[in-house]
């Protein structure tokens, strides 16, 4: 009789045996043909020619203005692609009150029909020099986008160009878009997050931020191609648009911005928009529908002041002191597990389902705040401890540690960040468009490092002499009143 240990050595030795035979017979015999490999020795072709970088000087910003205004803007990367935006001084804010939701249409309506190209010859063009392309939209400004390899820059640049300057709105393309539009704002309906954008917006603001953002169904239909050429007749002028390039050569942009874009209106004026302003004003909004979920959402923001205050830089360190995000993160530390809302908050109530900062800013205004995701019976507990977390931030004890944690990651998160290209690339754009002038990161990074926890406190000291601004999403018959909110703020 076999013993155990014997058994498995016999079974073990019929695996090894079967193992061999199996791997021997299935083994396919494959001659290659030397000449067939190309060599790694060899540079593939077509590829753009590189230098090495400490053969090449530093890339820095260049800037040039057209004869009509046009700004080319541009910083070398020395990378095999390039980047290239087209940004302008246009956005749901400029809307009027006759063509609400035109930025979203026309948005859909780029890279369509044109006086030289059909929408196919167009998707062929691009297809054919690897381009990818996009355009969109936010409530101050609107960009047309191409990425590309370096030598199929002049072909971008026509592109842009094309699609700006010759669109032919086709019914039927316009019928196309509104459908597509139709089943994005289905879609809308169910995100918590972007009910939540558009309910802070419109609570927080007045004038032309406080509006939504996109289109409704209702104002939907009566939007026509008449209203979007003259949105763009309004609004894409050359004084309102930057061209900007990254990896790319300055004056070889230029010429081509020269050749394709010298022809639009150096400007049209304010006729046709709005060019009201902005201010906060908080209040409270509760949207009723069914989350997804099954949570509650609620937001908590209060006022802050816009790009050219000069509290800008400290409103951006107390977002990243606060930081937060889910009660399950797989990021660890890097991804802010030493922020307040996940120490104080996440980790000290596990029936918090989320809890993470937010801010929004445009230039004469602004809102910062706390989004926290609870089960719906919650809600009022949730919003207590997102109330005694901003009045910390002005009375509460603020540590070195945490406010040079909050600097590093703030600066990390700003250098890091512009090392894409894409995001150079549209920090170039928004920076010229917002102040008319590329601001040196170096130059904000010297002022982050120069930030304390005085400075913390002086934003959050501010805020809350604001109204607050309190929004929710989903079951709020367990949430606070607005007076409620107001008295866990004092």
Same mark, same amino acid.
């Given at each position: 009789m076999q013993t155990r240990s014997s058994l498995l050595r016999s079974r073990n030795a019929v695996l090894r045996s079967s193992t061999k035979r199996v791997f021997r017979d299935v083994t396919p015999k494959v001659h290659l043909s030397t000449a067939a490999v190309p060599s790694l020795l060899e540079e593939p072709a077509g590829l753009p020619t590189l230098k090495p970088f400490s053969n090449l000087p530093k890339p820095e910003f260049k800037m040039t203005i057209l004869e009509n205004g046009l700004r080319v803007a541009s910083q070398e990367t020395y990378s095999q692609a390039s980047t290239i935006g087209l940004y302008v001084n246009a956005g749901s804010r400029y809307e009027t009150e006759a063509n609400k939701g035109v930025s979203h249409l026309l948005e859909h309506m780029a890279f369509k029909s044109t006086e030289s190209r059909s929408h196919l010859k167009f998707v062929r063009d691009i297809e054919d020099c690897g381009a990818e392309v996009y355009?969109?939209? +936010?409530? *101050?400004?609107?960009?047309?986008?191409?990425d590309v390899l370096r030598n199929n820059v002049p072909t971008a640049v026509e592109m842009l160009s094309d699609t700006v300057t010759n669109a032919i709105t086709h019914d039927w393309e316009l019928a196309d878009c #509104? #459908?597509? =539009?139709?089943? !994005? /704002? !289905? !879609?809308?309906?169910h995100n918590a997050q972007g009910i939540l954008s558009e309910g802070i917006h419109c609570t927080a603001f007045d004038g032309p931020l406080g509006r939504p953002m996109l289109a409704t169904h209702s104002n939907l239909a009566s939007l026509t191609a008449d209203d979007v050429k003259a949105f763009k007749a309004n609004t894409h002028s050359a004084s309102r648009m930057v061209l900007v390039g990254t990896g790319v050569e300055h004056a070889a942009l230029e010429d081509q911005a020269r050749q394709f874009f010298s022809g639009i209106v150096g400007s049209t004026g304010d006729e046709g928009l709005n060019t009201e302003k902005s201010s906060y004003v908080g209040g409270i909004l509760n949207i009723d529908g069914q989350t997804t979920d099954g949570l509650v959402h609620a937001a908590l923001g209060l006022g802050t002041g816009g790009w050219h205050d000069d509290d800008i830089l400290a409103t951006c360190l107390v977002n990243m002191l606060l930081g937060g995000g889910g009660s399950f993160s797989p990021g660890g530390p890097g991804k802010g597990m030493y922020s307040r809302l996940y120490t104080d908050v996440l980790n000290k109530h596990g029936w918090i389902e989320s809890c993470v900062a937010? *801010?929004? +800013?445009?230039?004469? +205004?602004?809102? /910062?705040?706390? /989004?926290? +995701?609870? =089960?719906?019976?919650?809600? #009022?507990? /949730?919003? !207590?401890? =997102?109330?005694?977390q901003m009045k910390n931030l002005a009375t509460g004890e603020i540590s070195d540690e945490e406010v040079n944690r909050a600097k590093n990651r703030l600066t990390s998160s700003l250098l890091m960040n512009l090392e894409t290209r894409a995001v150079l690339n549209e920090d170039i754009g928004r920076s010229m468009l917002t102040f008319n002038e590329r601001r040196d990161p170096n130059d904000y990074v010297a002022k982050i490092a120069k930030l304390g926890a005085e400075d913390i406190k002086r934003v959050a000291k501010k805020g809350l002499d604001s109204n607050p601004t309190f929004v929710t999403f989903g079951d709020a018959g367990a949430m606070p009143t607005y007076a409620e909110v107001q008295s866990m703020l004092k």
């Open positions: 355009a969109a939209f +936010t409530r *101050d400004y609107f960009v047309y986008n191409a #509104k #459908k597509t =539009m139709g089943w !994005e /704002l !289905e !879609e809308e309906a937010f *801010d929004n +800013t445009y230039a004469e +205004t602004g809102v /910062l705040g706390i /989004l926290g +995701t609870t =089960m719906p019976g919650n809600g #009022k507990q /949730l919003v !207590e401890v =997102m109330c005694q």
